[in-house]
């Protein structure tokens, strides 16, 4: 038995998110059954580093999964994407130690969401961006971003229903620029709850738009509550850039 890292990127459009779901595709679901298919092994299961939601996409979301194939390391990545639908590859696969996990080795991710600022939304951006037909000042937005930076307790960030114990992140980059009609929010932290991606993005529109006030985000951080922040950004202007690792794939990352 060996275990194998893959980095995979997708287009979330088409799936019910990165977890294998009852009643509708996953993306964990389709790269299992590929490599059940390669392997011969049914019982074959991978582990991801981010639990991304319905229509949200991955340039380099990690897994890992434990085999008996002979197949070499990084040839799993040239075998599977000839049995991966179009939507989905496996951009490198490769040998990892036997104590290294996908998720809890991680230290850190990288987030982009992107908007497409435009009064007529795309028809070549749809599936990877979030339209917004009224202006957002890019810069404003920008300052808005640096509010955020540092260790916060970010429980007005997360969704309703959260069950997280620990709310207490860092975040070490955030920053907004505008390149022509489109908007680039990246963040980078050593972890994130759920929707807080998102609802960052969200309050990112309403201070960029004039309909928050600037320091939405201090506001939340200093009284707790999510009704100071904007709406929660749509799915699919984000996308899961990179995820970090130590080179023996030790780390500590909190989801």
Known sequence: MRRIRMIIEYD???????????N?????????????????????????ASRTDAGVHAAGQNAHFDTECRVPADKFAFALNTMLPPDV??????????????????????????FYNSPHASAMYRSLTAHVMYPLDAEKMDR?????????????????????KDTVREIDDMRV?????????????NGFLYNMVRILAGTLIGVGSGKLAEGAITRALESGSRLDLGVTAPPQGLTL???????????????
């Not at 620029?177 to 932290?189: K, L, P, S, T």
């Open 12 to 22: 979330g459009t088409n799936y019910s998110g990165w977890q294998r779901q009852l």
């Open 24 to 48: 509708a595709p996953s993306v964990q679901e389709t790269v299992e059954n590929a490599l059940r298919r390669l392997t011969g092994e049914r019982e074959l299961f991978i582990v991801g």
């Open 89 to 114: 590859r496996v951009r490198a696969s490769m040998p990892a130690a036997e104590d290294f996990h996908a998720r809890f080795s991680a230290k850190g991710k990288e987030y982009r969401y992107l």
């Open 144 to 164: 808005e971003a640096r509010l955020a930076l540092g260790w916060h307790d970010f429980a007005p960030f997360a969704a309703s229903g959260s069950v997280v």
């Open 177 to 189: 620029e505008r390149r022509g009609d489109f908007v680039e929010m990246r963040v980078h932290g």
């Open 241 to 255: 850039m990179r995820v970090d690792y130590d080179a023996d794939g030790e780390g500590a990352h909190k989801e």
